[in-house]
């Protein structure tokens, strides 16, 4: 899973998850993490390369304690029906009758799980684990791995006892294994969440758990995701870059969802393949870098413009590089005042604001490139005076001095 090497990395320590030696887990997990975080599918992942048995119950469509040992217990019997089909196929000593009766059995069992409760639960865990360690010649101990997700949903519907059951099982195993050395199996509960409430803290830390979190993808982790899940392998790096680029653009979800910039993603997409993986003729391409050298003259430095305005002759040019700068002070002025700004002022005010503040600009800069007697002529008098001008332009942290001043 691409950039949750260390959560699983955590996880695997927190729950005694190796597949080479056998480590004692820790009673009680909790996983937690925002939306989408790979939180369900990594536990489930390291669950199936795991050879211990497990349970991995869903909780968003479980409605009562009854609901969820029915489903914990069909996942166990699902997983002890496919050992015992492996053992058949490869001894073949069970006769013909012994697997009938065994078959009506499980399916005798299976239907009194409908009257369920945590009692019935727990005695089908001790009966199951002790078949499960008979089988074992090595005699060693067992766990069994009991994985909830999306518990979130049974605090909500008022299930927090079930919570509170599931992590006493360990104390039940030790109490009927008191005169033992050493319980012959132990649970490991695993709690996958969103957030992690008040109340839920409060019900999970007298049985001292173990935490893994799963932080939000950063950026670069969601554009590998996506070139790997849209196949975009062709254009990686350009791709690349514009999924970064995109997502600094796009305003973040309320509850960290990435799968909503996903979204907006897979909308985008055809318009990428057209501006960017489409093939251009000769022509186009010179009108395209015509288009952008045009562009980029509009943001050359103060001292190119002051240099500009000093050298170059004819006034047409000279208004055609005041516009651009023009131009250019209101789109920066407009985009980057939202933040100081108040809810109260209209987007008219604001333009006018920019107008008075560019006009003040052009007439700074003609005051430096054109004749005194010029300046006489009424359409190049400010329509406001500059001390309005320079506390607007504080108000609004516009560098109207650095701007002015750099050059000379």
Not at 92 to 121: I, P
Not at 155 to 164: V, W
Not at 381 to 395: G, I, K, N, P
Request: proline fraction near 4%.
């Amino acid at each position: 899973m691409i950039g949750r090497e260390a959560p699983i990395a955590e996880l695997r320590r927190a729950a005694g998850l190796y597949t080479d030696v056998f480590e004692s887990p820790a009673p009680l997990v909790i996983i937690y993490g925002g939306a989408s975080t790979g939180k369900s599918v990594a536990v489930s992942q390291v669950l199936r390369t795991h050879p211990s048995p497990h349970s991995l119950v869903d909780c968003t469509a479980l409605y009562s304690a009854k609901e969820f040992y029915r489903e914990a217990l069909s996942q166990v019997h699902d997983g002890a029906s496919g050992s015992k089909v492996e053992d058949v196929t490869v001894i073949e000593t069970h006769s013909g009758k012994e697997r009938v009766n065994e078959s009506s059995k499980q399916s005798k069992d299976a239907a009194n799980c409908s009257s369920l409760n945590f009692l019935g639960f727990f005695k089908a865990l001790d009966k199951w684990m002790a078949h499960i360690r008979a089988k074992d010649d090595t005699k060693s101990r067992r766990v069994l791995y009991l994985a909830l997700d999306h518990v979130d949903k049974l605090l909500e519907r008022g299930l927090g006892a079930l919570l509170s059951c599931i992590c006493t099982i360990n104390e039940q195993i030790a109490y009927l294994n008191m005169f033992e050395d050493s319980p012959p199996w132990e649970i490991c509960v695993l709690l996958s969440t969103r957030g992690i409430s008040m109340d839920f803290d409060r019900l999970v830390m007298p049985f001292f758990p173990a935490y893994v979190h799963f932080p939000p993808y950063k950026p670069e982790e969601l554009a590998d995701i996506l070139i790997e899940q849209l196949g975009m392998k062709e254009a990686n790096d350009m791709f690349r870059t514009w999924l970064i680029h995109l997502h600094g653009l796009l305003p973040p979800a309320s509850d960290g969802d990435w799968l909503q910039f996903r979204a907006a993603v897979v909308h985008l997409l055809p318009d990428f393949r057209d501006l960017f993986l489409r093939r251009v003729q000769d022509s186009e391409v010179s009108k395209m870098k015509n288009k952008i050298e045009r562009y980029l003259a509009s943001f050359n430095p103060q001292e190119t413009d002051v240099r500009f305005l000093s050298s170059s002759g004819g006034q047409r040019r000279k208004k055609r590089r005041l516009l651009a700068i023009y131009l250019n002070l209101r789109v920066e002025a407009e985009a980057g005042s939202s933040a100081y700004i108040d809810e109260s002022r209209s987007s008219e005010t604001r333009e006018e604001t920019f107008t008075h503040l560019a006009i003040l600009v052009r007439m700074q800069l003609f005051q430096r490139t054109t004749a005194p007697h010029v300046l006489d002529n009424i359409k190049f008098r400010c329509l406001a005076d500059a001390r309005f001008v320079q506390e607007t332009a504080r108000y609004l942290s516009f560098p109207l001095d650095a701007y002015l001043n750099r050059a000379t």
